[in-house]
């Protein structure tokens, strides 16, 4: 694969990882396995530790995965909460002992406590004075979601501490836990019972139906739920003296009241960890409660803490991710999914089958390829894997089994959805259906136009875009701008001010300009940078309607495909419409040159390297080019100015030995600001 090929395959993997990401951790509806999610997670990493300068803040290796949702408050967390690296074999945990091993010698000499990795909702409790006062989600591992009052109606919950009135040691002022939110799974069976025997929806796994009980909006449904929790871990102490070990943190949260695992046990070799990781394994069934894996931890947390992190991966702790389960059925059909970009992903309709604890009767198929180099065939015994105890995927098809029966399987020409022409953009997998009125991509796609990247419209967030779809107020991306307060005042939840704080904002977002406009249209391999790019050499909308393929690959960063891809976009009938509705209503931007000729950076090239604190490399890149600066790939000659983050990388070296001035993310920011070059 060439340098674009490759940067192409990251973005790719980046935007992937993040939508599983939200599927998993705030619409509690994955659609790929535990398993899948960590092979596209693994092939990113990789890809980053071999190509360094490809790297982005932005990307899911250097955040913690996970999202805030819309319906609760947001809450900042007084520390990062971290997740953890993931281990999968003995080998893989050898591996981490020695290169901490080596980072701190002193790491042979700190036992090692196993804890059961449970599948349920990290949790975030804070007390104040001994009384609990707040509790939150995980969310992105910066904010959180505020779920207080649902978490005050979980038993197991100490809402005052220490639960003992007899305890006579000294509380801290101020205390920060982590613990996990789950249901167990006889709890899980009677529930799932109850819902099916009242006709309503069961739930997949019990830490689906944790997560969504601990989001409703009204606790009296949580109170109904039989959520347990188990705590372990501080986050913050404040006042006395903190555990210096992870066994003493546990001990001293359980003479506080907090409920510990009891199945948590001790080991003073990587041996004998990874022996009780091995039990563990064995013995999964055996448990009253899901686990995907066992948890690895220094008992020394000073020392641990010296180790520090890597990315979002603290060096003192590791995941051993337990093997998945496999199990054989029937390939009865293969239905086709439309996703935001207009990815049509294939998935098996199969005769239903326990795997798990759970009946599955859906699997992934990854993409149209897979299915006709493994030559899967409707009617086919196949095996299938469930890993992570989330959705299952096909591993391929047992043709000794086969009886003549079975039929190949083309994949569709028109979107199942909107029945428009699918395309494939060569040396890609995927098909694609780039109608932006597509009904089942409508949802997602007015979720991106309307964010703060695109149009950036206050308040139309999923939530309220579900509504308007299923109303049938909106049909595609321009109906926001033609509804009106009356029809607001149809939906739940909308009450005058509402309403017209919402209108508001949708008017204001008429003055977005020309990259923003179509940064929101959703055009394939357009985002941010090249949506400015765009708009800088084509200044007006109506000029896209005559577009060449010459033409578009003299800009930076539009090669043959993309080239391509943008014209198709721009030549389909649905979405000339689209425009043309646009245009009638008023919304027809323009792309000044004054917005950037006269900037603060104009005439000055750029290059960017390392990671930087508060800009991912997209973003960067559009504040330098809003200031009327170029960015290049690669340090020149012509390289007035490097920006560098942490881990810069050769790009520095070059720069030094260049004599190129170097910056980092501040000096620029008050460069736009005092119109001052840095001395």
């Not at 100490?158 to 799974?185: K, Q």
């Not at 950036?456 to 939530?463: N, V």
């Not at 389909?572 to 509705?581: S, V």
Request: with cysteine.
């Amino acid at each position: 694969m060439n340098s674009q090929a490759i940067l192409q395959r990251m973005k790719k993997l980046r935007v992937e990882i993040l939508y599983h990401s939200h599927r998993y951790y705030v619409l509690d509806s994955p659609v790929i396995s535990d398993l899948e999610y960590d092979a596209l997670f693994q092939e990113l990493q990789k890809l980053e530790e071999e190509y360094p300068q490809y790297q982005s803040p932005d990307s899911p290796t250097q955040r913690i995965g996970g999202f805030v949702s819309e319906k609760f408050q947001r809450v900042s967390h007084p520390q990062p909460i971290l997740s953890l690296a993931n281990a999968f074999s003995a080998e893989d945990l050898l591996a981490w002992y020695e290169r901490i091993s080596r980072l701190n010698p002193k790491v042979g000499q700190s036992a090692f406590v196993v804890e059961p990795k449970i599948d349920g909702l990290t949790v975030i409790l804070h007390y104040r004075d001994g009384i609990f006062e707040l509790g939150a989600t995980r969310g992105d591992g910066t904010q959180g979601e505020d779920i207080t009052p649902n978490l005050r109606t979980v038993r197991t919950l100490p809402l005052r501490i220490p639960v003992d009135p007899s305890y006579s040691g000294i509380l801290p002022n101020r205390l920060v836990v982590r613990g996990e939110a789950f249901i167990r799974l006889k709890p899980f069976e009677a529930l799932n019972a109850e819902l099916a025997g009242r006709g309503e929806k069961i739930y997949v796994n019990p830490r689906n139906a944790a997560a969504g009980a601990l989001r409703q909006l009204d606790s009296r449904l949580t109170a109904r739920r039989p959520i347990d929790f188990l705590c372990y871990a501080i986050v913050i102490w404040e006042g006395g003296s903190k555990p210096a070990t992870q066994w003493e943190t546990l001990n001293v949260l359980k003479t506080l009241g907090f409920p510990i695992s009891r199945d948590i046990q001790m080991a003073k070799t990587i041996q004998e960890a990874t022996q009780l990781c091995g039990d563990w394994e064995r013995r999964r069934n055996s448990l009253d409660y899901e686990v995907d894996g066992a948890v690895i931890k220094l008992d020394d947390l000073t020392l641990a803490a010296e180790l520090g992190y890597v990315g979002k991966d603290p060096r003192g702790s590791i995941a051993y991710k337990f093997t998945a389960r496999e199990v054989s059925t029937i390939l009865q059909d293969i239905g086709v999914n439309v996703g935001r970009t207009g990815v049509l992903t294939p998935f098996a309709i199969l005769e239903p089958v326990p795997v798990g604890g759970v009946t599955v009767s859906r699997a992934t198929l990854h993409n149209f390829d897979f299915i006709r180099e493994r030559d899967i065939r409707v009617g086919d015994t196949i095996m299938i894997k469930r890993a992570g105890d989330v959705i299952p995927y096909v591993i391929g098809p047992i043709t000794d089994k086969r009886t003549g029966v079975e039929k190949t399987y083309s994949p569709p020409s028109r979107c199942p959805s909107c029945h428009e022409p699918v395309e494939r953009i060569p040396d890609e997998v995927a098909l694609y259906c780039i109608n932006a009125s597509c009904p089942d991509q409508l949802i997602r796609n007015l979720e991106h136009f309307a964010s703060r990247s695109a149009m950036d419209i206050e308040g139309l967030g999923i939530r309220i875009i579900e509504q308007l779809v299923q109303e049938k107020l909106v049909k595609d991306l321009a109906d926001p701008y033609r509804m009106k307060k009356e029809d607001l005042l149809r939906l739940e939840g909308f009450a005058e001010k509402k309403a017209e704080n919402l209108l508001r904002a949708i008017d204001d977002s008429k003055s977005r300009s020309l990259p923003r406009f179509l940064a929101g249209l959703g055009i394939h391999g357009v985002g941010e940078v090249l949506a400015v790019d765009l708009a800088r050499h084509y200044l007006r909308l109506d000029r896209f309607t005559h577009l060449s393929l010459e033409e578009l690959q003299t800009i930076s960063g539009v090669g043959p495909n993309l080239a391509e891809s943008i014209m198709d976009w721009f030549s389909r009938k649905p979405n000339r419409l689209l425009l043309e509705k646009f245009h009638h209503l008023g919304i027809w931007p323009e792309y000044s040159s004054s917005e950037t000729a006269g900037g603060t950076f104009a005439g000055k090239q750029f290059v960017v390297t390392g990671t930087l604190e508060k800009y991912s490399r997209e973003k960067i890149k559009t504040f330098i080019q809003q200031q009327g600066g170029k960015v290049q790939e690669s340090v020149s000659g012509k390289t007035d100015y490097l920006v560098a983050g942490e881990n810069p990388g050769s790009k520095l070296e070059k720069a030094k030995s260049l004599g190129i001035p170097i910056l980092s993310e501040r000096d620029l920011e008050r460069w736009a600001q005092s119109k001052e070059k840095p001395a």
